[in-house]
């Protein structure tokens, strides 16, 4: 149906269709979504577990969303231009400074193209900058001002329950005590999971009892002294943003090791920070601009990973771990594509520079809540999948990356879509992440 409730005659809706059991709680993706372009879809799945299963059709974005979301992908919205930036100095001669009406914070090298317009204060110049933050309010009034009505209705329509059946399916339990699942009747046939580079977009795993099982190979869930054993004597350095920083904290707090910011001025352990525990270290790094993030955030805390990747020396004691994403939905496709491009020339230059024994890891996108909806018009899942691919097609040929497929997973998660999922699914991708590091 469409805004105006009647039916449709075309398609380019984006649907998210599982099945699903509440006792205990499973869930799994269509195998198959397919769109007939003409308001009817058919949708293909595995049952991969025992008992009653139940099926939930949740309309993501109708077509008709989907078309106000199509400028940032070509180009980024003129919202990017919607931070705010902080100049501070101790010179005291009243000596004035004549500039160009833009300040050139570019780095050419990995390709970061950054402009902010001079200070007004003509005793303030461009090496004054001290502070980052976004506009966030002035972000929301720019995006309000580019919705009519009819498009806010259609805005409000992502994320609805189209359908949620009771007691559709009852496969037969062998065994009323307990209920058998595929990953747990396939076991130890299945080998453990190593890297193989990202795959593709699709149905790779199953939700059983809060635990993630992938359907081509298996995953080994590991205590604090198995992780502690796991990376011993090793440097686990993650760039990213805060959705990777996920996995530094929870890392951190299961191991119980004290987190120490690197860089002391306000707000910066959100950007740089450090725990050690026995011969453990962890080291968590925000990626470098843009940032969406409102806190008013140091410069000397803000730093571009590719560039340390280029001072990092590798080997067996080196684990690398990034994500590239939430911040960047706004900005268009080509930025996008080639911050990713000047990543992984780093990571070329440092496997050919470092002896064997790096292990890369990376993330992709995960879905989302929407506390504003107009905030769909830069963050929206449907351009987050299309970022997707262009991560997955970048770095499909990377064999030895491990890649953790954060999207699959948080499709079908027990909880509520999140920017930031709940500590369980962080676990979850430790646990995959352990795998790769320890298992293989």
Known sequence: ?????????????????????????????????????????LAIFRILWEGQIDLQVLLVHPAEAISLFLPTIKGGRSV????????????????????KPFCNFSDNQIYAPWFCSSPKDNLLNCSHWKTHAT??????????AELDQTAEEILKRSKSL????????????????????????????????????????????????????????RIKHFSKEDILECLNGKTVRIFGDST??????????????????????????????????????LHFQFHG?????????????????????????????TIIFLSYWAHFTMTG????????????????????????????????ANTRNYSVKTYQLISSDWIALQFEFVLRE???????????????????QPFPDNVHPKAPIISNYIDRLMTYTCET
């Open 1 to 41: 149906m469409d805004s105006l409730n009647r039916s449709k005659s075309y398609g380019g809706d984006m649907f998210r269709v599982k099945l699903f059991s509440g006792k205990p709680y499973a869930a799994v993706n269509a195998d198959h979504l397919i769109d007939f372009q003409n308001g009817t879809y």
């Open 80 to 99: 990017k231009a919607l931070y705010k930036g902080g100049f501070e100095t101790k010179d005291d001669t009243g000596k004035m400074h004549q500039e």
């Open 135 to 144: 506009d966030k309010a002035a972000i929301q009034k720019l995006l309000q």
């Open 162 to 217: 189209v359908y949620r059946s009771k007691g559709l399916i009852t496969v037969q339990q062998r065994d009323n005590s307990t209920t058998a699942h595929y990953a747990e009747i396939a076991g130890s046939m299945l080998p453990y999971c190593k890297p193989e580079g990202p795959p593709p977009i699709k149905t790779n795993g199953y939700f059983f009892q809060n635990i993630w099982y992938p359907l081509n190979c």
């Open 244 to 281: 990777s920083r996920q996995v530094y904290e929870v890392l951190q707090k299961f191991l119980k090791c004290k987190s120490i910011p690197l860089d002391p001025p306000r707000n910066s352990s959100r950007l740089d920070c450090r725990c050690r525990i026995n011969n453990v270290t």
């Open 289 to 317: 601009l843009p940032t969406k993030g409102s806190n008013v955030s140091p410069i000397s805390g803000i730093h571009y990973a590719a560039n340390d990747i280029d001072r990092l020396e590798g080997g067996p004691g």
């Open 333 to 364: 496709m080509d930025f996008y594509k080639k911050r990713l491009e000047s990543v992984r020339d780093a990571l070329d230059r440092l496997l050919a520079r470092s002896p064997p024994g790096t292990k890369i890891y990376m993330k992709g």
């Open 394 to 412: 970048l770095y499909k040929d990377y064999k030895e990356f491990g890649f953790i497929d954060t999207w699959d997973i948080t499709q079908v």
